[in-house]
């Protein structure tokens, strides 16, 4: 006999009624439903405390990025002077040009280890490689204006949890991703336009867990390649499947308490996406105004994500208990 799924917190669904404008906005640009933005984002947050093991890890991913937030500024520091921060940024970009394929499916712990840009960043769980792809891809999204040419400071942004936009927006862009993979994998004979019909005609929730089940595993489990394949070779389009107990699962089981969160915000679609082009548009202004925001050290200023205490300390030493 299968277990109950978990059912989500108030705290856990806190999130998604304080970003509701964000969470519309992004979901009308990149196309993506509004249940699926949220649902991968309050599934992170379940995730990252549902137990001891996830919470550890939860913790050092956070120093990890910590350090490598710590790192770049001195060494951008060093490499301009009069705007560390730029000079931040240019290492970030030269980092992510080096790979800019790299990813991870599942947890990969070892490629994280060696590349801080593929770890958790943050409320979201958003790997800074795929924000840093996103930013980059849209840089005529509102959320990005202020980070296209500052990484460094969506970097700091997603480890605070401190821009609503930017999470709201990440997530849309990398769930378009993750339709897009869906549709290419059921596809039949590489007829993109068969695996978009087949997508389509999946039941709008089944769409939604599936998106979230994306977020949180990344790009297709070897399985399921193989799945496609077999498919394929009979000429049928591939149907992905929601784990028992996974991700999707527990997004399913919680919908209805994501559509509740979601409705908890503006009723006007209009008011939601005027509120965060206006938003987005004094926080450029405000960086344009005050330079010398953009010379200090925002790191020093990145306080841990709330309710979680990271412990000062050598991350190294870190990594090999919480296995991140």
């Known amino acids: ?35 699926a933005i949220a649902g991968a984002l309050v599934q992170e947050r379940f995730d990252q405390t549902d137990s001891l093991t996830n919470y550890a890890r ?18 951008g520091r060093e490499r301009n002077r009069l705007h560390p921060t730029q000079g931040a940024s240019d290492i970030i970009l030269d980092k992510y040009n080096a790979d800019p394929n790299a990813m991870t499916v599942g947890r990969d712990i070892r490629k994280k280890i060696k590349n801080p840009l593929l770890v958790d960043y943050g409320p979201a769980g958003m790997k800074f490689q795929n ?3 996103a930013i980059l891809n849209n ?34 862009a990398y769930l378009r991703e993750g339709a897009r993979n869906y549709q290419s994998n059921m596809s039949v004979n590489g007829d993109l336009t068969t695996g978009i019909d087949a997508w389509t005609r999946l039941d709008p929730s089944t769409r939604n867990a599936l ?21 394929a ?17 527990t997004y399913l089981a919680n919908e209805p308490a994501i559509i509740r969160a979601l409705a908890d915000g503006p ?12 938003r987005a548009g004094r926080d450029y202004q405000r960086s344009v105004r005050n330079p010398a925001d953009r010379f200090t050290n925002p790191a020093s200023r990145a306080d841990v994500q709330p309710s979680v ?16």
């Open 211 to 231: 998106l979230v089940q994306f977020y949180k595993q990344g790009p297709t489990p070897k399985l399921a390649l193989k799945n496609s394949m077999i498919a």
């Open 58 to 75: 939860m913790v050092g991913s956070s120093l990890v990025a910590r350090e490598f937030l710590d790192r770049r500024f001195i060494d």
């Open 139 to 172: 840089p005529d999204d509102p959320a990005f204006a202020q980070y296209v040419k500052d990484l460094y400071s969506a970097d700091v942004a997603l480890h605070k949890g401190s821009d609503q936009a930017l999470m709201a927006s990440t997530i849309g």
């Open 233 to 249: 070779q009979n000429g049928v389009p591939y149907v992905p499947r929601i784990g028992v107990d996974g991700a999707g699962a």
């Open 1 to 35: 006999m299968a277990s109950k799924l978990p059912s989500y917190t108030q705290g856990n669904l806190a999130l998604v009624r304080g970003m509701t404008s964000q969470i519309a906005a992004a979901a009308a640009r990149y196309g993506v439903p509004a249940e």
């Open 267 to 278: 009723a006007s679609f209009s008011d939601r996406w005027n509120a965060i082009n206006d």
């Open 309 to 324: 205490d990271l412990n000062p300390g050598r991350p190294h030493t870190f990594r090999s208990i919480y296995g991140i």
């Open 131 to 133: 924000a840093i792809r």
